[in-house]
């Protein structure tokens, strides 16, 4: 005896087939929200899976598909050999996802530029889940602020003391600019 299935009708509106980057504002990670990155990714991967889209849906497996490679611990084998393994989920730090993704995005502009373009959907989702970075009014009012360039033989000697106030909230060629433009 054959069963037949009952046929099921998905009205479109609910399950957006179209992959554009529309769909994508619900998705992305702030440290406000106290949510761990990892955790974030993870929920979002599943949403984006039942929401079918596309774009969200790969640019995150390939930012989780990088962890076990770029994401390890070193350890020393029985044998004294030095080696690594992956991190587990609760060993991985939101830095450390931060940086799979920033490296994922300047592979990504550096084939955007050889093509000539300025953007794609997969470099939009990949700086969804960055920090947002420290503007150049921002670094020079805390530079100012917080360091006596007269004790640095030259301004560039202070980018260090401010790479580490910022972290990875600060592009280092935009700290560059700022202590240029201290300098002269």
């Not at 702030?30 to 596309?54: Q, V």
Request: with cysteine.
């Amino acid at each position: 005896m054959l069963r037949q299935r009952a046929a099921i009708h998905i009205h479109p509106n609910l399950y957006p087939m179209d992959t554009k980057m529309s769909t994508t504002s619900e998705y992305g990670w702030s440290e406000t929200s106290g949510i761990p990155l990892l955790t974030k990714l993870r929920s979002d991967l599943k949403a984006a899976m039942l929401s079918r889209n596309e774009a969200v849906k790969g640019a995150i497996r390939i930012i989780i598909s990088e962890f076990p490679t770029r994401i390890t611990l070193p350890i020393t084998l029985e044998s004294g050999k030095k080696s690594s393994r992956p991190k587990r989920d609760d060993e991985i730090t939101n830095d450390e996802i931060i940086s799979v993704i920033m490296g994922l995005c300047k592979s990504e502009k550096q084939t955007l530029e050889f093509a000539k373009q300025t953007t794609s959907d997969y470099l939009q989702v990949l700086e969804s889940y960055l920090p947002s970075m420290a503007g150049e009014d921002e670094i020079l009012a805390w530079t100012k602020a917080n360091i006596d360039l007269s004790q640095f033989k030259t301004p560039m000697q202070a980018m260090g003391t401010i790479m580490k106030h910022f972290g990875k909230g600060a592009d280092g060629n935009m700290v560059k600019k700022v202590l240029g433009s201290l300098a002269g």
